[in-house]
């Protein structure tokens, strides 16, 4: 046989006060929620009445009810943790880093957050929290260049200070070459797409006639890049490539040449 559900009364002040629970817009949800099951406890319904109306289970419809009871308004409100949740200091951001240095786990090409949670036994959030905080990005990755040489810092101002502030009348150049490059000979022309469209179109086939070198200089004061190309990539091909480039330049006109 059903319990039967314990009758609550309440005053008109009380009553005025779960009203206002209900219209405010500031309320939070739940304590709305909960003000109008005691407000249908006091109009005489069931549990059951109650938690089909509002799509709740009986159980926690009893519950509310139970607790306006004992404490009145104050039970509607969520009861006190017994203690606070685990805060994550200094020392497991130390616990992540020397975790990273480590090799990622067998099959995982690089650590992610469920696998560190794994390995120090701490929640998923509390090492997403440090690696968000820390700006930590497990899976982006960017490549650098660090030079060895001792007088790269020297170098690479007599470089910039071509660039920024050239000696006067002097001829500056910047060479640089593109080697490997595929000649390649393709059928192109123009389509209908199934939309009607009329685009440009490349044959999926092409015919390979061997690779070429590039070789390109850049005029640094007015922008003018002389260009050739060889067959092969060789100190004759650039020896050859230069003289082109300073041909017409009077003999007395001083010229730098910037390389790799």
């Known amino acids: 046989m059903p319990r039967k559900a314990i009758t609550i009364e309440a005053s008109l002040k009380e009553k005025d006060q779960l009203e206002k629970l209900i219209e405010r817009r500031v309320v939070p949800k739940h304590l709305s929620q909960r003000a109008s099951i005691i407000l249908y406890c ?14 709740l289970c009986e159980q926690t419809v009893a519950k509310w009810r139970l607790r306006f009871a004992k404490k009145r308004i104050k039970g509607l409100e969520d009861a006190s943790r ?4 685990k805060k994550y200091g200094p ?4 616990s992540i880093l020397k975790q990273l240095e480590q090799p990622a786990p067998k099959g995982m ?20 929290n440090i690696l968000r905080t820390e700006g930590i990005q497990l899976q982006r990755k960017r490549s650098w260049c660090v030079s060895t040489d001792k007088q790269f810092a ?17 001829l500056v150049i910047c060479v640089d070459e593109k080697p490997s490059i595929q000649a390649l000979e393709r059928s192109r022309g123009y389509v209908e797409t199934s939309s009607g469209k009329i685009v440009q179109g490349l044959k999926s086939t092409y015919k390979r006639h061997g ?42 006109q001083e010229v730098h040449v910037i390389l790799e």
Request: aromatic share 6%; glycine share 6%; hydrophobic share 35%.
């Open 82 to 85: 017994s203690r606070p949740p």
């Open 211 to 252: 690779t070429l070198n590039l070789f390109a200089a850049l005029n640094v004061a007015t922008g003018v890049v002389k260009s050739k190309t060889t067959d092969e990539k060789k100190r004759k091909d650039f020896q050859s490539f230069l003289e082109e480039v300073v041909s017409d330049v009077p003999k007395e």
């Open 154 to 170: 020297a170098k690479s101002a007599d470089v910039i200070g071509l660039y920024l502030n050239p000696p006067e009348n002097a």
């Open 42 to 55: 006091l109009e005489g319904k069931s549990n059951r009445e109650i938690g089909e109306g509002m799509n």
């Open 109 to 128: 090409s690089c650590w992610d957050g469920g696998s560190l949670s794994q390995a120090l036994n701490v929640p998923p959030h509390a090492i997403w």
């Open 91 to 94: 020392a497991l951001k130390e």
